[in-house]
């Protein structure tokens, strides 16, 4: 699981029959401050999440088990809205 701001939205008009439906969403993983950590990652929208938002992501087989996602070709699924995250450093 990671943390993600969502920058975009992809349209598919042929897909796989059970995406049907499904919201398709552009997602950057951050860090807790809110700073870009990777690339690009497409994943279903199984919160209503909307642009800008950082949201809670599952890859693999774990995306599967979000609401509604079980045998589908899902390999990320946005599985919640982050109000805030907050990180202790650890003492050095």
Do not use: N, Q, W
Not at 27 to 43: L, S
Not at 57 to 73: Q, Y
């Amino acid at each position: 699981m990671f943390l993600a701001r969502v920058v975009g939205t992809v349209v598919a008009t042929r897909k796989d029959p059970k995406l049907t439906g499904s919201k398709l969403m552009i997602v950057v993983p951050v860090g807790p401050d809110g700073d870009p950590e990777g690339g690009y990652v497409v994943a279903v929208d199984t919160v209503e999440a909307g642009f800008g938002e950082t949201v809670l992501v599952a890859r693999g087989s774990s995306a599967r088990m979000a609401e509604g996602m079980k045998d589908r070709p899902v390999d990320a699924s946005i599985i919640g809205i982050v109000d805030h995250a907050d990180v202790d450093e650890p003492a050095t």
